[in-house]
């Protein structure tokens, strides 16, 4: 059993920064690619990054150049480092290991 535990949501104003962090357990970690998904109110869940065992990423193209993934195989922890936040940012972001997903965290970007 996955369990994906997602933290570091809030309220920033535009222009600002966010870290995420998604905890992992139940399964070796480091074997497996990672993502972060979003998903704002009235809108279908979207993908925002990825990143692979070896640790090659890649983003949507509405997140390139702001957001990075990464991956600390030795503490089973998923971050997503959002900069430059924008109102269009809002969403409750979740990370995602195989078919298994965290319970979100909320970002409100305030312009």
């Known amino acids: 059993q996955v369990q994906l535990v997602e933290s570091g949501g809030g309220l920033v104003q535009a222009g600002g920064s966010l870290r995420l962090s998604c905890a992992a357990s139940?399964?070796?970690?480091?074997?497996?690619?990672m993502g972060w998904f979003r998903q704002a109110p009235g809108k279908e869940r979207e993908f925002v990054a990825a990143?692979?065992?070896?640790?090659?990423?890649n983003y949507a193209d509405s997140v390139k150049g702001r957001f990075t993934i990464s991956r600390d195989n030795a503490k089973n922890t998923l971050y997503l480092q959002m900069n430059a936040l924008k109102p269009e940012d809002t969403a409750v972001y979740y990370c995602?290991?195989?078919?298994?997903w965290g319970q979100g965290t909320q970002v409100t970007v305030s312009a």
């Open positions: 995602r290991l195989l078919g298994y």
């Open positions: 139940g399964r070796t970690f480091s074997r497996y690619a």
């Open positions: 990143i692979s065992w070896s640790g090659s990423t």
